[in-house]
């Protein structure tokens, strides 16, 4: 059974930085698209970014120069830094994988049958 354990969420103030982390077997780090979502108290869920197997990363306009994600192979993990927070950032918070044909195309996940169980960011005014 494929784990990932996401880890870094928290309350901060608007304007602030957190950054999470979600670890996952190597061989899917290595090789699968990854990918952060979010859901928001009373939204679907959306995605924010992704990062295929070579490193090209897709963001959702809202989080455009604001948020950056990576993978870190040696250490087994997937990382989103976020920067410059606002209130509408504040969600729960969710890693993902699969073998996606299109990773360059942000999609509300459900391509992607690997998840994490979530991490709240809530994000204060």
């Known amino acids: 059974e494929v784990q990932l354990v996401e880890s870094g969420g928290g309350s901060v103030q608007s304007g602030g930085s957190l950054r999470l982390s979600c670890a996952a077997p190597?061989?899917?780090?290595?090789?699968?698209?990854m990918g952060w979502f979010r859901r928001a108290p009373g939204k679907p869920r959306e995605g924010v970014a992704n990062i295929n197997s070579d490193g090209i990363t897709t963001y959702a306009d809202p989080v455009k120069g604001r948020f950056t994600i990576s993978k870190d192979i040696d250490k087994n993990s997937l990382y989103l830094q976020m920067d410059s927070l606002k209130p509408e950032d504040t969600a729960v918070y969710y890693c993902a994988a699969d073998r996606v044909p299109r990773c360059g195309i942000l999609t509300a996940g459900y391509e992607f049958n690997y998840w994490g169980t979530g991490t709240q960011v809530t994000v204060s005014s």
């Open positions: 190597a061989y899917i780090v290595r090789g699968y698209c």
